[in-house]
């Protein structure tokens, strides 16, 4: 069993980790809406990682868990040290085509979506499950959103992360 660090710790990497490569891609792709949804979907990982960064539990550990919070803490860093799941950093990077931008995005968010599902089975601490379960809603709610930009199309995306 993870504890709520553990989880916390795990959320935050993964966050970061793709908020690094949207923020790369932004910067060397040659369309200005590609670039947009790119640096969004990059400050929508960074709110992630913040308010995964605020998640505690008042419950206190025994020694035994704390032994098992930071083998389980370790595992989970190795685990996803730079993981993005499906998104691939090189294809993100060479991406110039919209809808392959959106089908970028659209896919690491359904990973992290499965990811955080699996911990919520991991996670015992309600007020954990509860925030957890919030950020998957909002995970859900990006790859809605990518689904209506792919479907209105680049323009309506211009200058979407000054939105």
């Given at each position: 069993?993870?504890?709520?660090?553990?989880?916390?710790?795990?959320?935050?990497?993964?966050?970061?980790?793709?908020?690094?490569?949207?923020?790369?891609?932004?910067?060397?792709?040659?369309?200005?809406?590609?670039?947009?949804?790119?640096?969004?979907?990059?400050?929508?990982?960074?709110?992630?990682?913040?308010?995964?960064?605020?998640?505690?539990?008042?419950?206190?550990?025994?020694?035994?868990?704390?032994?098992?919070?930071?083998?389980?803490?370790?595992?989970?860093?190795?685990?996803?040290?730079?993981?993005?799941?499906?998104?691939?950093?090189?294809?993100?990077?060479?991406?110039?085509?919209?809808?392959?931008?959106?089908?970028?995005?659209?896919?690491?968010?359904?990973?992290?979506?499965m990811f955080y599902e699996f911990l919520l089975n991991l996670v015992?601490?309600?007020?954990?499950?509860?925030?957890?379960?919030?950020?998957?809603?909002?995970?859900?709610?990006?790859?809605?959103?990518?689904?209506?930009?792919?479907?209105?199309?680049?323009?309506?995306?211009?200058?979407?992360?000054?939105?």
């Amino acid at each position: 069993m993870f504890t709520v660090a553990d989880i916390r710790e795990i959320a935050v990497q993964i966050e970061k980790n793709g908020e690094a490569a949207y923020r790369a891609a932004a910067q060397l792709v040659n369309d200005s809406a590609v670039s947009d949804i790119f640096t969004w979907m990059a400050e929508e990982e960074k709110h992630h990682a913040t308010f995964f960064s605020k998640i505690d539990s008042a419950e206190p550990l025994s020694e035994e868990q704390l032994e098992l919070e930071k083998m389980g803490r370790q595992l989970l860093q190795d685990m996803v040290a730079d993981q993005t799941f499906s998104l691939d950093r090189e294809m993100l990077l060479k991406t110039a085509d919209f809808e392959e931008a959106i089908t970028q995005a659209q896919l690491l968010e359904q990973d992290t979506i499965m990811f955080y599902e699996f911990l919520l089975n991991l996670v015992s601490d309600e007020e954990a499950r509860l925030q957890l379960e919030q950020v998957v809603e909002e995970e859900k709610r990006h790859v809605e959103q990518l689904g209506e930009m792919k479907a209105a199309g680049p323009e309506s995306c211009r200058n979407l992360a000054l939105a």
